[in-house]
C-alpha cells in the first residue's frame, strides 16, 4: 500500500547509544519531515528535506543528523541518545515542488522512542 | 480510522474580516485535534490544540477553535484577520492516526 513506512514502532535506548530511524514513502513525493510529539504537545519539527541530496534543520535539530540520498528514503540519525528525545517521532513526506501545488501531509505510524 | 475535513481549500479576505475556517472529525473514542499553520516558505507550527476540558481554546496570535462534539467540529475562528495571518491552515487529529488533509489557503488582501 502507498504511504509512509516508518520502522521500528517502538525502541527502548539506554543513553549514549545510537540509533537511525527508518523512513520510506513510495509516493514520489519531494518534501520529507522528520518531527518529534511529546506528550500532550504538537508537532515540532527536527529536520526536514526538499528533495534527494537536499536536507536542512527545523525547530529542534540539536542530538540528531539526517541524509536524503533518494527521493524514497529518508532516515533520522540519533548519535548519543538522551533522556530529553525520549518522544514519539513521525516521518512526513508531502507532494509539491516549483511548478506543482503542495498537498496534504502523509504520516508514517511513528516510532515511539524511550531512553532510560 | 480516524479522520478530518476541512470544507474550504482557499478563502480570501480582507484585513480587519472575520475569520472561520471549518474543520469536521469523523472517529470516536479519545478526541485530539490540533490546528496547525504552514507560512510561506515556513513549516508547519502549532496554532493550538484540543484534548480535553474546555472546548473554547485559545491559541497563538489570537486565534481560537471551539470543540462542538454534537456537530462533530472543531472550527478555527479569528475576529479580525492581518496580512500576516496569510498562510495554510491544517486541521489534524494527532498524527500517526490519519493523513492530514489538503488544508485551506488563506489569503488575506491588505
Known amino acids: 500500500n502507498a504511504g509512509v513506512t516508518q520502522t521500528p514502532k517502538f525502541r527502548i535506548l539506554k543513553i549514549g547509544q545510537s540509533m537511525t530511524l527508518q523512513c520510506t514513502q513510495d509516493m514520489n513525493h519531494n518534501y520529507m519531515y522528520w518531527y518529534r510529539q511529546d506528550p500532550g504537545m504538537g508537532l515540532k519539527l527536527i529536520y526536514y528535506?526538499?528533495?534527494?541530496?537536499?536536507?536542512d534543520k527545523g525547530e529542534v535539530p540539536n542530538g540528531y543528523n539526517v541524509s536524503r540520498s533518494t527521493t524514497e528514503d529518508f532516515p533520522l540519525r540519533l548519535e548519543l541518545a538522551a533522556p530529553s528525545q525520549t518522544s514519539v517521532y513521525f516521518c512526513?513526506?508531502?507532494?509539491?515542488?516549483?511548478?506543482?501545488?503542495?498537498?496534504?501531509?502523509?504520516f508514517g505510524s511513528g516510532t515511539r522512542l524511550t531512553v532510560v | 480510522a480516524q479522520s478530518v475535513s476541512q470544507h474550504n481549500h482557499h478563502v480570501i479576505l480582507s484585513e480587519a474580516a472575520s475569520l472561520e475556517l471549518g474543520c469536521n472529525y469523523s472517529?470516536?473514542?479519545?478526541?485530539?485535534l490540533f490546528w496547525y499553520v504552514q507560512y510561506p516558505g515556513q513549516h508547519l507550527q502549532l496554532l493550538l490544540k484540543y484534548f480535553s476540558g474546555d472546548p473554547l481554546v485559545k491559541g497563538i496570535k489570537g486565534f481560537e477553535a471551539e470543540f462542538i462534539k454534537s456537530k462533530f467540529s472543531f472550527n478555527l475562528r479569528k475576529p479580525s484577520v492581518q496580512w500576516s495571518d496569510t498562510a495554510e491552515y491544517f486541521c489534524?487529529?494527532?498524527?500517526?492516526?490519519?493523513?492530514f488533509g489538503d488544508g485551506t489557503t488563506l489569503t488575506v488582501k491588505p
Open positions: 489534524a487529529p494527532r498524527a500517526g492516526k490519519s493523513t
Open positions: 528535506s526538499v528533495g534527494a541530496g537536499i536536507t
Open positions: 472517529y470516536g473514542g479519545t478526541v485530539n
Open positions: 512526513a513526506s508531502r507532494s509539491g515542488g516549483a511548478l506543482r501545488p503542495l498537498y496534504g501531509y502523509t
